[in-house]
């Protein structure tokens, strides 16, 4: 009987005559998902936690804040609160929500609102003026959604980033 040594070369003809056509299964490559990056303001005018009081000139009209998100396929969900959080949640409102859409940059503009003391409803006096940023849609108890008691008008889902930022609203 003659016996030949196997070697590596002759192991690899060996099966692939044996394998013949079979298709050898690759196992499927999983990507992490992204990683999810909060919101974040870039600048505001006027400066977050300054006092703002409405008025009639171009500098006091308005709040402008310039919003910014890593995650570049993120819609922001921006409310602003008035009173709010506090302890007192009957006197906290929403008085103004928009939804900035994908950019494809990191930079996603500015959001402008015009806090007007009669047309919101609040008293003469200083009110703080909240505005939220998330990166899900808020949770709505109204539509049946699992709300946060604590937080109810900027509540979000688990998987949510949510920042705030805040000013206060001096009303004559």
């Known amino acids: 009987m003659l016996t030949q040594a196997v070697t590596p070369s002759r192991l690899a003809i060996l099966l692939a005559a044996l394998a013949g056509g079979c298709v050898i299964p ?16 870039i600048t505001s005018t006027p400066t977050v ?57 990191a930079d996603r503009g500015s959001v402008r609102v015009q806090p007007d003391c009669a047309r919101i409803g ?7 003026l ?5 990166d899900r849609p808020y949770l709505d108890a109204l539509l049946g959604q699992d709300v946060d008691p604590e937080a109810p008008l900027d509540s979000v889902p688990d998987d949510a980033n949510r920042i705030r930022v805040s000013w206060y609203l001096n009303c004559p």
């Not at 690759?26 to 303001?41: I, L, S």
């Not at 609040?122 to 703080?128: C, D, I, K, S």
């Open 26 to 41: 690759v196992a499927p490559q999983f990507d992490d998902p992204e990683a999810n990056y909060p919101p974040y303001v």
């Open 49 to 105: 936690g300054e006092i703002f009081t409405p008025g009639i000139t171009a500098d006091n009209r308005q709040i402008t804040a310039s919003l910014s998100d890593q995650n570049l396929h993120d819609n922001l969900f921006i409310r602003f609160l008035v009173d709010y959080p506090g302890t007192d949640t009957s006197t906290a409102h929403l008085f103004f929500q928009v939804e900035l859409p994908p950019t494809g940059v």
């Open 122 to 128: 609040v008293a003469p006096g200083m009110h703080r």
């Open 130 to 134: 909240l505005m939220a940023v998330s």
